[in-house]
Nanobody, 121 residues
Framework: QVQLVESGGGLVQAGGSLRLTCAAS????????MGWFRQAPGKEREFVAA????????RYADSVKGRFTISKDNAKNTMYLQMNSLKPEDTAVYYC??????????????WGQGTQVTVSI
């Protein structure tokens, strides 16, 4: 059974930074592609960033490229999302995911409970 637990969300002013953490149980990093999605109020869930299946490379949504960085510590079964230069439009619930990889919601079988990120003007 895979369990994903996010933390690190909160309220930050525009231009600020936050680091999200995803603690994963089981052999998630060796068995699945890991990534982050987000869902803003009234909008569909959207891809943010992810590792490829092999874990050797990363991909980002255009909206966060250059501002967000995904990383992981295999020994700790922990993944991170460093978010810099935050904008009000980054406000959303952020989800840690594990699955086949790629940018589609349906490609990820396992989801955390989400952590709220709110960026104020």
């Amino acid at each position: 059974q895979v369990q994903l637990v996010e933390s690190g969300g909160g309220l930050v002013q525009a231009g600020g930074s936050l680091r999200l953490t995803c603690a994963a149980s089981g052999r998630t990093f060796s068995s699945y592609a890991m990534g982050w999605f987000r869902q803003a109020p009234g909008k569909e869930r959207e891809f943010v960033a992810a590792f490829t299946w092999s874990g050797g490379s990363t991909r980002y949504a255009d909206s966060v490229k250059g501002r967000f960085t995904i990383s992981k510590d295999n020994a700790k079964n922990t993944m991170y999302l460093q978010m810099n230069s935050l904008k009000p439009e980054d406000t959303a619930v952020y989800y840690c995911v594990a699955g086949l990889g790629g940018t589609y919601v349906s490609s990820y079988r396992y989801w955390g409970q989400g952590t709220q990120v709110t960026v104020s003007i």
